[in-house]
C-alpha cells in the first residue's frame, strides 16, 4: 500500500522501491518476533509503534544484542500496554489525575483566573457590548437558575449571528426558530442522574463559550471599536465604586495597558493585556500595587454612577493624568529590561539545545551511513582481493569478473564517501546557519517593549460623594 501511494498510474517518473534484506538468521528471527508481537498488540499498536520501530533499527542498524533486546522490548510494551488501560476504581482515576493532569489542570485555572474567564464575566461583556446598538438591559433571567434570555427586539447588528448560532432549528422552509436560553457556565446544564452528574444541557437552551459564534461576534465588536473613527466607539473610560477599597485610599486608578514586543524577525513573541492598579492619597498617585489576576479585580455589580460621582472622577483625573502617564512608561522601561534579560537566558539555553542537535546528528550520520556501510564495503572488497590473489588459475574469465566487482564496489565506496562528505558538509552550512543568523536575531529584541493603554478605570470606596 505505501508503494503504491507514490507508484500511481500516470506517474511521469520512474519510481524505485527498496527492501531491507538480511542473510542474518539473528536479523530474521528477531524480525519474526516483532512480526508476533504486533499481531498480539495490533489493537494497542497506536501506542506502541515508536517503541517496535525504535527496536529496529537498534537491532538492524545498530546491531544491539538480540537477548537484551527482546528483554527492553517486552518492558516497554508492557508498560505501555497498561498505561493504555482505563483503571475502574475512583481511587486509580485520582491517582492517574495526580500524577499527568494536576499540573495542567492548575495552569488552566490560573489562565482561567488571570484573563477572568467567568460566566458572570462573560455575560456582562456580552450584554455590553449589545447594549452599544440598543438601551440596555439586553438579558433577563429565565426563572432557571444560571439561564438567560435575550431581551426583544434584537438590534439589527445582531440578528445574522443570532439567527445562525442559536435559534433553535427548524424544519426546512418554517419561519425561523425560537430564540432558546442561555448559559454562561457549564454548571447550569450539569444534571443529577442515579447519583451521578451528567453535562446534559436542556433542549430549550444553549451554552455560549469562549468560542462561540455569538461571543466571538462581540470579541470582534470591541476590538473594531478599540480605534478611533468609529461611529459608535465603545467608552475607555469607567467610573465604579468598590466596597473593598481600604479606607487609607481616596480611589484606585486601574490602568488596562496591551504590552507588545517582537523581535529581529519581526515575529511577535510577547503580547499580553495588563492590569496596573494605582492607589489615589491626598490627591496623588501612589506605586502600583502587586499584581492579582483579573477575576480578583471583577466588580459582582456595576451600577452607573451619579453626575456627581463622575465630576470627582474628572477632578481625581486631572491630578493623576501626568503621573499616569510617567507610570505607564516606566512599566514599559521595566518590561524591556524583563524581556531583553529573558531572551538573552533563552538565547543561550537555545544555542546549547541546536549544539546537541548537531553533534546527535553527525553522530547518527556516521552510525547510519559510515560505519556500518563503508566497513561492510571495504570488507568486502578485501575478500575479493585475498580471492584473486588464491587463484592459480583463471577458468572462464573469472579473475576479470572479479576485478570488475572489486571496480564496482570500488566506485560504490568512492560514491558513499561523497555524498556522506556532502551530507556533513550541508548539515555544517545549516548549523552555521542557524547559530549565526537565526538564533541572534530570534531572541533579540526589536526596538522597545510598547505598552499600549486600552482603558481606565477609576474606583471610589463610596457609592456617591
Known sequence: QRNGRIDRYGQARDVTVSHFISDDDADIAFMAFIVAKVHQIRHDLGATGEVIDAAVQRRLIQAAPDADLRLELERDLERLSGASEVPHDATARSRDLTRGGQALGEQLSALRRELDLSGTALRTTVESAMAHSAPPPRLQLDGRPGFWRLVQPIPATWRDVIDDALRIPTAPGSALGALPAIAFEPTACVTEVAGRYIFRPPADAALLHLWHPVVQHT?????????????????????????????????????????????????????????????????????????????????????????????????????????????????????????????????????????SRFQSRQAELSTLITDRRLDKLERELEQLREEEGSLLFDPDGYTARLRLSADEKQAELARIRRHTEDLREQLSRERDRIMTQLLPRRYALRGEAQCLPVTVEIRFREASA
Open 219 to 355: 470579541l470582534h465588536h470591541y476590538s473594531r471599536r478599540r480605534f478611533p473613527g468609529q461611529q459608535t466607539s465603545a467608552s475607555r473610560w469607567r467610573v465604579t465604586h468598590d466596597s473593598r477599597l481600604p479606607a487609607s485610599a481616596d480611589a484606585w486608578v486601574l490602568v488596562t495597558v496591551e504590552e507588545l514586543a517582537v523581535n529581529d524577525l519581526r515575529e511577535t513573541f510577547h503580547h499580553w493585556v495588563h492590569t496596573l492598579v494605582f492607589p489615589v492619597k491626598s490627591g496623588r498617585l501612589t506605586a502600583a500595587l502587586p499584581h492579582v489576576s483579573a477575576d480578583q479585580l471583577a466588580l459582582d455589580t456595576a451600577s452607573p454612577p451619579s453626575a456627581t460621582v463622575i465630576e470627582r472622577a474628572r477632578d481625581l483625573w486631572l491630578d493623576v493624568e501626568d503621573d499616569l502617564r510617567a507610570c505607564v512608561t516606566s512599566h514599559s522601561v521595566t518590561l524591556t529590561k524583563l524581556l531583553r534579560a529573558e531572551l538573552d537566558s533563552e538565547r543561550t539555553a537555545a544555542r546549547e539545545r541546536e549544539q
